[in-house]
């Protein structure tokens, strides 16, 4: 077992070693002056090289490189040249609004997936099936970002179930006191239940949109572990004994169904924090840190790219470490099959 947490921590370190690397080099092959751009259009070329030089900008590749390398080393991500401030302090700032999105849309994700997995799988070639089948290609070809659009135009304009996209709180809502940074725990803590409510209302159409849209991997990897536990000799072997099917279901097939989910939810996680979550923060004014990236990339914020990149790098080599001791907890037989 400590053999095992020193290799996955090693691996850990390896990744994310390499991410930084790799991010340093492709943003340097981004088009554009970023010296250029913070200095402003009307800058002269004694300004621009005095903000390049005020961020290393003017030293060549490889000083640049080792400044980055040694930066990182102590735990900073720079200062973005957008708002002149430490972009590990501008992440940190955005985290709890990602992550309040961000796992919420998880949580919406493993239902919807779990749920039309097992479903697909007990009427198997079925027009249930089917139709599952359908909103899995849908969902995996269509682009979010024409999705969401059409859903504010119905849900917000048309019918009016959603609040306005204006960011965590309509207007007119003050911010609950800062406990969790949870807006709609906040308010719960606070008492004030009309803000936890405006809240919810206003969080809930961006994470059904993330959730539906990160749901298909899970819903394939469920239908098809559920087939195959359906199909298998136990399951035979209880069916023969007179056990009902709803309890084949939930000790045989939902039961096996779920290891895979605990390695799907990695790819999940990674979709819902740097995928479609940029664009969903972006449309719906989300103050995250997708958003940040966005608004950074439009304006060639080189350091603050580079940091948030690290930061979901990070975040993804963290995540999948952790469920991949979760799925060793729950099924040892992986740590047997090592063992050999």
């Not at 198997?124 to 899995?136: A, G, H, I, K, N």
């Amino acid at each position: 077992m400590l053999r095992s947490l020193r290799t996955r921590a090693g691996v850990a370190v390896i990744s994310v070693v390499s991410v930084a690397v790799l991010v340093f080099f492709i943003t340097q092959l981004l088009p554009g002056d970023p010296a250029r751009i913070a200095a402003g259009q009307y800058a002269t070329e004694e300004q621009v090289a005095g903000v390049r030089a005020q961020y290393g900008l003017d030293k060549p590749i490889a000083a640049q490189f080792a400044d980055y390398m040694s930066a990182l080393f102590q735990l900073d991500l720079g200062t973005s040249i957008r708002t002149g401030r430490p972009v590990r302090g501008e992440l940190l700032d955005r985290l709890p609004a990602t992550l309040e999105l961000g796992l919420l849309s998880l949580l919406i994700a493993v239902v919807v997936g779990v749920g039309l997995g097992v479903a697909a799988a007990v009427h198997r070639r079925r027009p249930l099936d089917t139709l599952v089948q359908l909103y899995v290609v849908f969902a995996s070809a269509t682009a979010i970002f024409w999705v969401a659009l059409v859903a504010i135009a119905l849900f917000v304009n048309e019918l009016g179930v959603f609040n306005s996209p204006t960011g965590r709180l309509p207007r007119g809502f003050p911010a609950p006191d800062h406990v969790t940074g949870f807006s709609v725990v906040d308010a719960l803590l606070a008492g004030d239940t009309a803000t936890a409510g405006a809240a919810l209302r206003t969080l809930l159409l961006p994470a059904i949109l993330l959730g539906v849209f990160a749901s298909p991997s899970i819903i394939k990897v469920v239908r098809s572990s559920t087939i195959r536990a359906l199909e298998s000799d136990y399951a035979r072997t209880s069916r023969s004994f007179g056990y009902p099917r709803s309890s084949i279901l939930l000790r045989d097939g939902l039961r096996n169904s779920l290891l895979p989910v605990i390695t799907n939810i990695g790819l999940v996680a990674g979709f819902v924090l740097a995928g479609g979550n940029v664009l969903i923060e972006q449309l719906f004014a989300w103050p995250g840190i997708g958003g940040y990236a966005y608004r950074s990339l439009q304006e060639n914020d080189l350091f603050a790219l580079r940091g948030y990149v690290i930061f979901i790098g990070v975040a993804y080599v963290l995540i999948n470490t952790v469920l991949e001791f979760v799925y060793r907890r729950v099924d040892p037989r992986v740590e047997i099959t090592e063992g050999r």
